[in-house]
T-cell receptor
Framework: SQQGEEDPQALSIQEGENATMNCSYK?????LQWYRQNSGRGLVHLIL?????REKHSGRLRVTLDTSKKSSSLLITASRAADTASYFC????????????FGTGTQLKVEL | NAGVTQTPKFRVLKTGQSMTLLCAQD?????MYWYRQDPGMGLRLIHY???????AKGEVPDGYNVSRLKKQNFLLGLESAAPSQTSVYFC???????????FGPGTRLTVL
């Protein structure tokens, strides 16, 4: 079963706008990570937030984590056409033994 | 540094045939993983390894076997392929000092 569910499933925005994706999960976690997948390629790690952190930034990425609601959001600011990709959240569950459980992904399309 | 490589990139099998997918990493990572990705379902863990000579079952292990005879290589075998195993297969290795997984480019497998 999927641990993480992303919302929305698909998102289409104009270049320069901000994109927000959400992830909900079911069990307690050590950390939550976001990955990007360009069409036909492998996944690339973007950012990790630990269970004792509430917000983290990396360049144009901002991740928040609310462990009480078991949810996370990924914000991409000033989006570019090159940000067009699928984005997946992945959780490292407490007691899960160094394994990640991936969500179903959000397909982001950034139009010129 | 090649990172994580997978061979082959594409393969077409007939039902009942067998094959082995090879994953190699040059980052000296202890942990390695095999996932399958199906449309709309994100990534699901098939098998994983926490070190040379060790393997363990993931979420969807049936119909697959693995071996980790050398630290840098992780093999995924299909003994008798079925159409339900048509998928894109990704290998990953993990640096758990940073809790980050590194993915290969994937193998697209079609079973007729």
């Amino acid at each position: 079963s999927q641990q993480g569910e992303e919302d929305p499933q698909a998102l289409s925005i104009q270049e320069g706008e901000n994109a927000t994706m959400n992830c909900s999960y079911k069990t307690s976690i050590n950390n939550l990570q976001w990955y990007r997948q360009n069409s036909g390629r492998g996944l690339v790690h973007l950012i990790l937030i630990r269970s004792n952190e509430r917000e983290k930034h990396s360049g144009r990425l901002r991740v928040t984590l609310d462990t009480s609601k078991k949810s996370s959001s990924l914000l991409i600011t000033a989006s570019r056409a090159a940000d067009t990709a699928s984005y997946f959240c992945a959780t490292d569950r407490t007691g899960g033994g160094n394994k990640l459980t991936f969500g179903t992904g959000t397909q982001l399309k950034v139009e010129l | 540094n090649a990172g994580v490589t997978q061979t082959p990139k594409f393969r077409v099998l007939k039902t009942g045939q067998s094959m082995t997918l090879l994953c190699a990493q040059d980052m000296n990572h202890e942990y390695m993983y095999w996932y399958r990705q199906d449309p709309g379902m994100g990534l699901r863990l098939i098998h994983y390894s926490v070190g040379e000579g060790t393997t363990a079952k993931g979420e969807v292990p049936d119909g697959y076997n693995v071996s980790r005879l050398k630290k840098q290589n992780f093999l995924l075998g299909l003994e008798s392929a079925a159409p339900s195993q048509t998928s894109v297969y990704f290998c990953a290795s993990a640096d758990w000092s940073t809790d980050t997984q590194y993915f290969g480019p994937g193998t697209r497998l079609t079973v007729l």
